[in-house]
């Protein structure tokens, strides 16, 4: 059974930093291209990073660019979100989720989520 589990959201200070978790299990990591999806108050869900299984190569959304680092473990199955500098505008639910990768092809969608952490600013 897929299961994907966040942890290391809270409430923080702008300019504060959190770092998210997520440990994934039941499906083989290292062939997985993991991302973290947020969902801000009023606003639908939008890519904020993701990282490749096979080249660990990274994509982040421009409004955190410089400010989070997306990074994994494949020995522990879990892909982690540094967050610095933080904004009010990140406030909101971060999930993280996985879809399957042949080498460097990747399906269209992801099939796996997983709850999601909130993360709140406060001024």
């Known amino acids: 059974q897929v299961q994907l589990v966040e942890s290391g959201g809270g409430l923080v200070q702008t300019e504060g930093s959190l770092r998210l978790s997520c440990a994934a299990s039941?499906?083989?990591?290292?062939?997985?291209?993991m991302s973290w999806f947020r969902r801000g108050p009023g606003k639908e869900r939008e890519l904020v990073a993701s990282?490749?299984?096979?080249?660990?190569?990274?994509v982040y959304a421009d409004s955190v660019k410089e400010r989070f680092t997306i990074s994994r473990d494949n020995a522990k199955n879990t892909v982690y979100l540094q967050m610095n500098s933080l904004k009010p505008e990140d406030t909101g639910v971060y999930f993280c989720a996985a879809k399957y990768c042949s080498g460097t092809l990747c399906s269209n969608d992801y099939p796996y989520w997983g709850q999601g952490t909130q993360v709140t600013l406060s001024s």
């Open positions: 039941g499906f083989i990591f290292s062939r997985y291209r």
């Open positions: 990282i490749s299984g096979a080249t660990g190569s990274t």
